[in-house]
């Protein structure tokens, strides 16, 4: 069964450095998604991407934030400056068709860790 | 705006007892309504998903159904098994202006089933 595959699994960075999470989606989705998960909190929605745009973007995801699909088969988020609050579970998702009623598929995570 | 709340865990159950794991939304729409589960190390995976009122999703032995009328969609199982210990995320599924969805999740149940 095709899936969303997601790296590094773990990324430890220095606070303020950039760091870029990859994804690679399913391949004949059209719609991606990053979320995030502090570490004992909720899974929140951060960003959507359709057509090589963003679709709608949550508070969270400021200035520092950005998404790129870089070729065909990429789909990475980059911080810019990284704050100890980054530090979180980061999962990419896709999903096929456009419509509430579509699945997103997930990938198994980017683990950040900010020093 | 939206949200989903779930009982809190952690569920400790004996291997083959029944299981129920309460799920509430709100909504200003009509949402899409699923169940993730993430095994230890592992991303969020579709468990099942119900699409409108009185449908019933199913999988694996777990099933759910649309409550409107109680804003709700428990989760049950007959008869659990030590493979069945994750953590369980009720989400419902936002329509996007731009055609994509969001999800909004529950905080998690985790759930240890014991021999």
């Known amino acids: 069964e095709p899936e969303v595959t997601q790296t590094p699994s773990h990324q430890v960075t220095q606070m303020g450095q950039e760091v870029i999470l990859r994804c690679v989606p399913i391949?004949?989705?059209?719609?991606f998604y990053w979320y995030r998960q502090i570490l004992g909190q909720k899974v929140e929605f951060l960003v959507s991407?359709?057509?090589?745009?963003?679709?709608?973007k949550s508070e969270i995801f400021d200035d520092q934030f950005s998404v790129e699909r870089p070729d065909g088969s990429n789909f990475t988020l980059k911080i810019r400056s990284t704050k100890l609050e980054d530090s979180a579970m980061y999962f990419c998702?896709?999903?096929?068709?456009?419509?509430?009623?579509?699945?997103?598929?997930f990938g198994d995570g980017t683990r950040l860790s900010i020093l | 705006g939206n949200s989903v709340t779930q009982m809190e865990g952690p569920v400790t159950l004996s291997e083959e007892a029944f299981l129920t794991i309460n799920c509430t939304y709100t909504?200003?729409?009509?949402?899409?309504l699923f169940w993730y589960v993430q095994y230890p190390g592992e991303g969020l995976q579709l468990l099942l998903k119900a699409t409108k009122a009185d449908d019933k999703g199913s999988n694996k032995g777990f099933e759910a159904t649309y409550r409107k009328e109680t804003t709700s969609f428990h989760l049950e199982k007959g008869s659990v098994q030590v493979s069945d210990s994750a953590v369980y995320f009720c989400?419902?599924?936002?329509?996007?202006?731009?055609?994509?969805?969001?999800?909004?999740f529950g905080t998690g149940t985790q759930l240890k089933v014991e021999l």
């Open positions: 998702a896709s999903s096929e068709e456009r419509g509430s009623r579509q699945p997103q598929h």
């Open positions: 391949s004949n989705h059209l719609y």
């Open positions: 991407f359709y057509n090589n745009e963003i679709s709608e």
């Open positions: 909504a200003t729409g009509y949402p899409s």
């Open positions: 989400a419902l599924s936002d329509r996007l202006t731009g055609g994509g969805n969001k999800l909004t």
